[in-house]
C-alpha cells in the first residue's frame, strides 16, 4: 500500500519556530512536496524536494532524506496567518501525487 | 501561476440527480486532475483527465458515477451522477505542467462545495 503519516495538529506561538514531519511509504518517488491550505481555502504550493537536503524559501524551508522516507517543512518566525492545514505530498509517478491527511497548525499570540 | 476557476462555486441538490463542475485554467496545462476533499480531511484523487480521451480513473472512482471531459488543453468538466448524500464533499479542480511556472507545482482552483439532500 501506499502511505504518508503527519501528525493530525500541531501548535506553536508566533515568532517560533516549528516543525512538521512527514514519512512515506509509496511504490514510487519522484519527489515531496508541501501544500498549505487555510479553512475554506484551496491547497498552495509552497515547496518541493526532488534530491535530499534543505530547500529554503523565506522563513519555510523543506527537507528530504530519501533514504530514510522522511521529510519535514520547517516554519520559522511564525505569524498568525500561518494558521493553516500543511500537506506533504508524494509524487509517486511523473503524473500522480498522493497527499498525507494534513497537519492541522494553530498558532497562539 | 497558473490561475484556475471552477464553476458553480456551491450548489445544493437532490438525490438522485447530476451536477456537472467546470474547470477552466487561464493557460494551457499537459496534466489536469479532480480531487474530493471532505472538510478537514486530505484531498483524495478522484481521476487524471486526460485530452482527447477517457479519463484515468483511481480505485474507487468509475467513469459511470464521475464521467470527465478534457476537451483542449485548458477545460474540464467532472459530473457527479446520480448523486446521494455521501456525494457531499468539495471537489476541487487541479493543474500541473504548464509553459509558466516550476513544472512540479501543482494548482489547485477554489473548489466547488456540493451538499446532496
Known amino acids: 500500500g501506499q502511505s504518508l503519516e503527519q501528525p493530525s495538529e500541531v501548535t506553536a506561538v508566533e515568532g517560533a519556530i516549528v516543525q512538521i514531519n512527514c514519512t512515506y511509504q509509496?511504490?514510487?518517488?519522484?519527489?515531496l512536496s508541501w501544500y498549505q491550505q487555510h479553512d475554506g481555502g484551496a491547497p498552495t504550493f509552497l515547496s518541493y524536494?526532488?534530491?535530499?537536503g534543505l530547500e529554503e524559501t523565506g522563513r519555510f524551508s523543506s527537507f528530504l532524506s530519501r533514504s530514510d522516507s522522511y521529510g519535514y517543512l520547517l516554519l520559522q518566525e511564525l505569524q498568525m496567518k500561518d494558521s493553516a492545514s500543511y500537506f506533504c505530498?508524494?509524487?509517486?509517478?511523473?503524473?500522480?501525487?498522493?497527499f498525507g491527511s494534513g497537519t492541522r497548525l494553530s498558532i497562539r499570540p | 501561476s497558473a490561475v484556475i476557476s471552477q464553476k458553480p462555486s456551491r450548489d445544493i441538490c437532490q438525490r438522485g440527480t447530476s451536477l456537472t463542475i467546470q474547470c477552466q485554467v487561464d493557460?494551457?496545462?499537459?496534466?489536469m486532475f479532480w480531487y474530493r476533499q471532505q472538510p478537514g480531511q486530505s484531498l483524495t484523487l478522484i481521476a487524471t483527465?486526460?485530452?482527447?480521451?477517457?479519463?484515468?480513473?483511481e480505485s474507487g472512482f468509475v467513469i459511470d458515477k464521475f464521467p470527465i471531459s478534457r476537451p483542449n488543453l485548458t477545460f474540464s468538466t467532472l459530473t457527479v451522477s446520480n448523486m446521494s448524500p455521501e456525494d457531499s464533499s468539495i471537489y476541487l479542480c487541479?493543474?500541473?505542467?504548464?509553459?509558466?511556472?516550476?513544472?512540479?507545482?501543482?494548482?489547485f482552483g477554489p473548489g466547488t462545495r456540493l451538499l446532496v439532500l
Open positions: 509509496t511504490s514510487g518517488f519522484y519527489g
Open positions: 493557460s494551457q496545462v499537459t496534466m
Open positions: 505530498a508524494v509524487s509517486s509517478s511523473a503524473s500522480k501525487i498522493i
Open positions: 524536494n526532488a534530491l535530499d
Open positions: 483527465a486526460n485530452q482527447g480521451s477517457e479519463a484515468t480513473y
Open positions: 487541479s493543474a500541473r505542467g504548464g509553459l509558466r511556472g516550476v513544472r512540479e507545482t501543482q494548482y
